[in-house]
């Protein structure tokens, strides 16, 4: 089935005007509506094949976007940005999710999360609308919850490189340090405090999240780890279950065995080479 992609604009309610990008069915109307939340410094094009493919495969329209102040949607330097973690998933997810309710109020909902994305439906007022949350590679990652051999990395991550590094430039060098998209500095340090507290981001709700309302989510949510993952393996992706406790729980774990792949990880999972794994993601093939 042949699919459209445009670029439109979501505003969020403080005035923040996010890029996103729109994948539907060409040649007949959408019968669900499915809005992708990324993950920490991913950008909304690295969805696109998925997206695209997603938008084929369920006949849905698929809404990509980039968190304020990053890709896209970037309006200066990222040194000067003040934006925070609880920012993205709060505001930004939540506009997405508002945008997708208003612009289709008649379709079914459906949420999908990668990592950060998968973390706070229950901030959004329109979470009721939200029939299944799909959560890939989403969870509370304590730092001692790593495995043995990825341990390095995050104690370098938060304790050693990660804050010199930040405090120096005046945000999170993720290109210098081989991570990635550059970060600003509030984001890492929100982050870097969930991430250490054993509450993860409990740790601040009534302050700098406001408190979440888990009764609004009562759909299902799917939790899909990835066995390869060294990021947020898998039993700290079941974990996120408590966070969702009105919700119908379904547990699925995905190897790269299974597909044929050498290893998936935290993020190829929504690559191409990662293909042969997408309908499992969606629910179109048996766990």
């Known amino acids: ?3 459209t992609d445009r670029l439109l604009d979501i505003a969020c309610g403080d005035g923040v005007r996010l890029a996103a990008r729109l994948f539907e069915p060409a040649d007949a109307p959408p019968g669900l509506v499915i809005v992708l939340h990324g993950a920490t410094g991913v950008p ?5 094949a998925f997206a695209q493919w997603l938008a084929e495969a369920r006949s ?50 459906e949420v999908m999360g990668h990592s950060l994305g998968g973390m706070f439906l229950s901030f959004h007022d329109r979470a009721d609308r939200v029939r299944q949350l799909t959560a890939v590679a989403s969870g509370p990652a ?12 995050v104690i370098a991550f938060w304790f050693l490189a990660g804050p010199l590094a930040t ?17 600003p500095g ?4 929100q982050w870097r405090r969930w991430c250490t507290s054993r509450t993860f981001y409990r740790v601040d709700w009534g302050n700098a999240l406001p408190q979440p309302d888990p009764t609004r989510v009562t759909g299902k949510v799917r939790l899909i780890g990835i066995a390869d993952d060294e990021m947020i393996p898998p ?3 079941r974990d996120l279950a408590a966070f969702y406790p ?33 309908p499992r993601i969606a629910g179109l093939a048996a766990a």
């Open 60 to 109: 849905a329209a698929v809404l990509t976007y980039d968190y304020r102040d990053s890709g896209h949607s970037a309006r200066g330097p990222v040194r000067a940005s003040r934006v925070s973690m609880g920012d993205w998933g709060v505001l930004d997810q939540g506009a997405a999710l508002d945008f997708a309710c208003a612009t289709w109020p008649d379709l079914p909902v």
């Open 186 to 189: 509030p984001v890492y340090w």
């Open 142 to 153: 304590f730092w001692r919850r790593h495995p043995p051999g990825f341990l390095p990395q």
């Open 235 to 237: 039993p700290v992706v």
């Open 44 to 48: 909304r094009d690295y969805y696109a």
């Open 167 to 183: 405090r120096l430039k005046g945000y999170m060098p993720g290109r210098l340090l081989g991570l990635g998209a550059d970060l």
């Open 246 to 278: 009105h919700a119908e729980i379904e547990n699925v774990e995905i190897a790269p065995g299974e597909f044929g792949l050498k290893a998936i990880g935290h993020l190829r999972v929504f690559s191409e080479r990662c293909r042969a794994a997408w």
């Open 1 to 3: 089935m042949p699919t």
